[in-house]
């Protein structure tokens, strides 16, 4: 074994338990540990060859790092397109959010009506400045224009 050789396998072994020690705490996408190991002066291919080992074995999951992302948005009141936004910044591409929902929430019209529900009640009439000021704030959390409309039909608010 070289010197280069001996000194590859000391950083990889270095790599290994950094993001291990980075995955005890929570999930992380394979682009989030890269970032953070280059970010502590470890070489890209190095990272991505431990990153590539953590996968194989388990370690590591972009579809579990999604999953439980995913969860913990959903239950904090965010709606799709927020929650996308987040996995696509993160190395998330296609991910079928729908499947996370269901079994989450039941539904994203469900997760809608209660987080307007506990913000603001039920009003059924609204002046033009409170429906824009409430649908403003639906839209900040990742719900879109047509989602926001079917809820006001659902809870019958006219304005």
Request: aromatic share 12%.
């Amino acid at each position: 074994m070289n010197k280069d050789q001996a000194e590859f396998g000391c950083i990889k072994t270095e790599i290994k338990p950094y993001c291990l020690q980075l995955l005890v705490r929570r999930e992380h996408s394979q682009k989030e540990l890269l970032n953070k190991s280059l970010a502590k002066g470890f070489e890209k291919d190095q990272v991505m060859i431990a990153l590539e080992e953590l996968a194989l074995e388990g370690w590591q999951s972009d579809l579990r790092y999604a999953e439980c992302y995913a969860r913990y948005r959903i239950q904090k009141g965010y709606g799709p397109i927020w929650i996308n936004y987040e996995l696509k910044k993160n190395g998330i591409n296609g991910f079928n959010l729908d499947d996370v929902v269901l079994k989450t929430v039941g539904s994203w019209m469900d997760l809608l009506e209660s987080i307007y529900t506990k913000k603001y009640g039920h009003d059924s009439f609204l002046n033009r400045n409170e429906w824009a000021k409430r649908s403003r704030f639906l839209m900040q959390r990742g719900f879109s224009g047509t989602m926001i409309s079917a809820l006001f039909d659902h809870l019958d608010i006219k304005l």
